[in-house]
């Protein structure tokens, strides 16, 4: 449990779109990197949302993220796309990316693209639920910073390199997977060492790669590349499927940069005060090409319908479906406002004085959890 | 530890064809069977080889499986492809959509298939390896009977749902991730049933929906459909990550049930002594739309290098990558011959009496982990 205090969204937009403008942003770019940020924070995913603002900022002022890269053109087809982002912001490249893929699903069905040499894009879903707005099944993935541990190894050589899909329902709300191939992200390992507990088997492996039980020291030899990282889904070997969750992430590296000719897998870190360049990788399928939408809706609305009124566990109030709870609380934060730590809210208001804007003030307060 | 015998390759093709063709395929379809049947107990996975003949025989003999079935186009375009299978075949019709899909993606980039009502396909890897071998990147999904319960609930509402992903390589064996999105499938059940051996925590939950622990009351709970099941990958709840594989295992449910208007969830379900009609999806993407097939092959060999090469965790004697073991096996039961348990060869001595042929000779004996 954890306290917070709320922010009116539309203010803290505003906000973030003129310290994003203060430092080299156009409006338009601006505008996207405002939008996909707050996204995360609006769906309850506070680590990809606001709190990575001067991880931004940071990255601006040091030059790995470009805020006027020239986004080069590849290699173009009727189904596929790469771009070289140069080193732009993430978000901003991506929309285009993805909108581009949109198009050309509308035309010939289906749509590939990949981005290179970008920077962090925020939450996959985002682009995902784009075409998941046009009828479409939206696909998105991205590599990340070295930090997970293939099975039966003791160095990490992939990243958390999530995978998002999202495909659409009529009265129920879409479907949106949004995960991490690892266990947990780094956030989780960071948690339990500010609060000196033990983790649990199956979420890390130490330097030697075996089980890790202490946070703070698997944390210092993250840092210092001397081995140990977080284990893929699945956990440690294969007694829990380790393998599957290493096997996925690994098909991330290969849609995202080895099919463009990007940096993958130890090639790959993170900065001590910013995200290291990524690549990513986006999808769309129109639907009207196998079925009629509608029915294809009607349909989802029964599978949705049927996973989220199922009997609970013992002990368990409800059943979920992947974005359900994603958009419950969508729905809560746009009005009560967005909830952040303390911590974070004193950062916006050094970033804002900074460039001479004021960070909004407190609507609001709470005690609850709040995600890492 | 089991004893197992071995069976020639060859020999055993020959007469897995000619049951097939006694039981009413015709010979093209006879071969495809059987060599994708084969290819299960060639690359060490014997739960999906010869050991199903008896399943399959018994789907011939009811008439679930359909061996003059008229495949039907539903849809097509020139990425997109649903095939009703009426009752058919599993293999045939699924190699007929991936060369399919295959052709169409040497046209337009990148193509997809849905199959419904169709039978049990062998391993998802086969048809994702037949787009690897032309410079693709391939993919397939199946539906599977009713066995995995979502996260919080208590009956089973999904399948093993398994996702296969292949990419080629140069020097390296290709990169082929073919995986349940359970933690386990049905078969680990049953040998810990045999074994009276206790279920680790995180493999599946009682019919209260807490862990499981007595492998013989879950299966005696699961056929009754009393409930109880089977985790998804990640395991019991959230800790560790559950919530993911229940995802990826409602995407493989969408992609290969919704997206062509097939039954899904609890409304596929085994028979006693065959295996239930399912669905499929499949996927070829061609890497040439991105990048030169021959620099991503490189760049794969430099990937698949550097996982395999990688130094082990203590305990450990080796890092694999996806598809690595099987291909190694496949080098071996090619040579040596295809391994079965005791109880299989009898199985196949009766199929063939009953049609008046002869099971090939054993050729050599063994002893080791033979996977369920």
Same mark, same amino acid.
């Given at each position: =449990?954890?306290?917070?205090?709320?922010?009116?969204? *539309?203010?803290? !937009?505003?906000?973030? *779109?003129?310290?994003?403008?203060?430092?080299?942003?156009?409006?338009?770019?601006?505008?996207?990197?405002?939008?996909?940020? +707050?996204?995360?924070?609006?769906?309850?995913?506070?680590?990809?949302?606001?709190?990575? %603002?001067?991880?931004?900022?940071?990255?601006?002022?040091?030059?790995?993220?470009?805020?006027?890269?020239?986004?080069?053109?590849? %290699?173009?087809? #009727?189904?596929?796309?790469?771009?070289?982002?140069?080193?732009?912001?993430?978000?901003?490249?991506?929309?285009?990316?993805?909108? #581009?893929?949109?198009? !050309?699903?509308?035309? @010939?069905? #289906?749509?590939?693209?990949?981005?290179?040499? @970008?920077?962090?894009?925020?939450?996959?879903? &985002?682009?995902?639920? =784009?075409?998941?707005?046009?009828? %479409?099944?939206?696909?998105?993935?991205?590599?990340?910073?070295?930090?997970?541990?293939?099975?039966?190894?003791?160095?990490?050589?992939?990243?958390?390199?999530?995978?998002?899909?999202?495909?659409?329902?009529?009265?129920? $709300?879409?479907?949106? +997977?949004?995960?991490?191939?690892?266990?947990?992200?780094?956030?989780?390992?960071?948690? &339990? @060492?500010?609060?000196? $507990?033990?983790?649990?088997?199956?979420?890390?492996?130490?330097?030697?790669?075996?089980?890790? !039980?202490?946070?703070?020291?698997?944390?210092?030899?993250?840092?210092?590349?001397?081995?140990?990282?977080?284990?893929?889904?699945?956990?440690?070997?294969?007694?829990?499927?380790?393998? !599957?969750?290493?096997? +996925?992430?690994? =098909?991330?590296?290969? +849609?995202?940069?080895?099919?463009?000719?990007? /940096?993958?897998?130890?090639?790959?870190?993170?900065?001590?005060?910013?995200?290291?360049?990524?690549?990513?990788?986006?999808?769309? %399928?129109?639907?009207?090409?196998?079925?009629?939408?509608?029915?294809? $809706?009607?349909?989802?609305?029964?599978?949705? &319908?049927?996973?989220?009124?199922?009997?609970?566990?013992?002990?368990?109030?409800?059943? &979920?479906?992947?974005?359900?709870?994603?958009?419950?609380?969508?729905?809560?934060?746009? *009005?009560?406002?967005?909830?952040?730590?303390?911590?974070?809210?004193?950062?916006?208001?050094?970033?804002?004085?900074?460039?001479?804007?004021?960070? /909004? /003030?407190?609507?609001?307060?709470?005690?609850?959890?709040?995600?890492?």
């Amino acid at each position: =449990m954890v306290q917070f205090v709320r922010v009116g969204y *539309q203010p803290l !937009k505003e906000f973030c *779109q003129a310290v994003f403008e203060k430092h080299g942003l156009s409006p338009h770019d601006a505008e996207i990197s405002t939008d996909v940020l +707050l996204a995360a924070d609006l769906r309850g995913i506070p680590s990809h949302g606001i709190a990575r %603002m001067q991880r931004y900022v940071n990255g601006l002022k040091s030059g790995l993220m470009r805020p006027n890269a020239e986004i080069e053109t590849v %290699m173009e087809s #009727a189904t596929s796309l790469v771009l070289d982002a140069h080193g732009a912001m993430g978000a901003p490249v991506s929309v285009r990316a993805m909108n #581009a893929v949109i198009d !050309k699903a509308r035309t @010939s069905g #289906a749509a590939f693209a990949c981005v290179r040499d @970008s920077n962090h894009f925020g939450i996959a879903g &985002y682009y995902a639920i =784009m075409a998941m707005r046009q009828d %479409m099944i939206g696909l998105t993935m991205t590599n990340t910073a070295l930090l997970g541990v293939p099975t039966f190894a003791r160095k990490a050589l992939f990243g958390t390199n999530p995978i998002a899909f999202a495909a659409p329902a009529e009265k129920e $709300k879409g479907f949106v +997977l949004d995960m991490a191939t690892t266990v947990v992200t780094r956030g989780k390992i960071e948690v &339990y @060492s500010r609060l000196g $507990k033990e983790l649990p088997e199956g979420w890390a492996v130490d330097k030697t790669g075996r089980s890790a !039980k202490d946070p703070t020291s698997l944390l210092e030899d993250m840092v210092n590349r001397a081995g140990g990282g977080i284990l893929p889904l699945g956990g440690l070997g294969e007694m829990f499927g380790g393998h !599957k969750g290493y096997g +996925l992430a690994i =098909m991330v590296d290969i +849609l995202c940069a080895v099919l463009c000719g990007a /940096p993958f897998g130890a090639a790959i870190a993170d900065m001590p005060t910013t995200s290291g360049r990524v690549s990513h990788f986006f999808g769309a %399928m129109r639907i009207d090409a196998f079925r009629d939408p509608a029915e294809f $809706k009607r349909d989802m609305d029964r599978l949705l &319908y049927s996973l989220r009124t199922a009997e609970p566990a013992e002990g368990q109030e409800r059943v &979920y479906y992947a974005g359900l709870k994603e958009w419950e609380k969508e729905e809560i934060n746009r *009005q009560a406002g967005l909830p952040m730590v303390m911590q974070t809210y004193n950062q916006l208001d050094t970033i804002g004085r900074e460039v001479g804007l004021h960070v /909004p /003030p407190v609507i609001g307060t709470g005690e609850g959890e709040l995600p890492e």
